[in-house]
């Protein structure tokens, strides 16, 4: 069984830091996209990062670049986000989900298994 598990989140204050993490398992196929995503209330959601197991490249949202960075462990089947220079707008629950894609999609609608999500609260 597929398995995603987000951890890490937490309230802090504005400019802090705060590292998701996405513990993976039961994965049966070899090349894959890890994407984090975030929803805000009242909002849709959207795309933040995402990071390639087939060549370790990664692509970061326009809201985001410079301040995140996406990594992998594959030896801890873990995937994170160190989340630096935190605003009150970087409110959200934030998602890890997994797509067999073999390139980086930003559609949220092609990853086809998901975590339950991590809350992350930022105040100003």
């Known amino acids: 069984e597929v398995q995603l598990v987000e951890s890490g989140g ?28 975030r929803q805000a209330p009242g909002k849709e959601r959207e795309g933040v990062s995402y990071i390639s197991r087939r060549d370790g490249s990664t692509y970061y949202e326009r ?11 594959n030896i801890k089947n873990t995937v994170y986000l160190q989340m630096n220079s935190l605003k009150p707008e970087d409110t959200a629950v934030y998602y890890c989900a ?16 998901w975590g339950q999500g991590t809350q992350v609260t930022v105040s100003s």
């Open 10 to 37: 937490g309230l802090v204050q504005s400019g802090e830091s705060l590292r998701l993490s996405c513990h993976t398992s039961g994965f049966t196929f070899d090349d894959y996209v890890i994407g984090w995503f």
């Open 98 to 113: 997994v797509t067999t894609m073999l390139v980086i999609t930003t559609n949220p609608d092609l990853y086809d298994f």
């Open 63 to 73: 809201s985001v670049k410079g301040r995140f960075t996406i990594s992998s462990d």
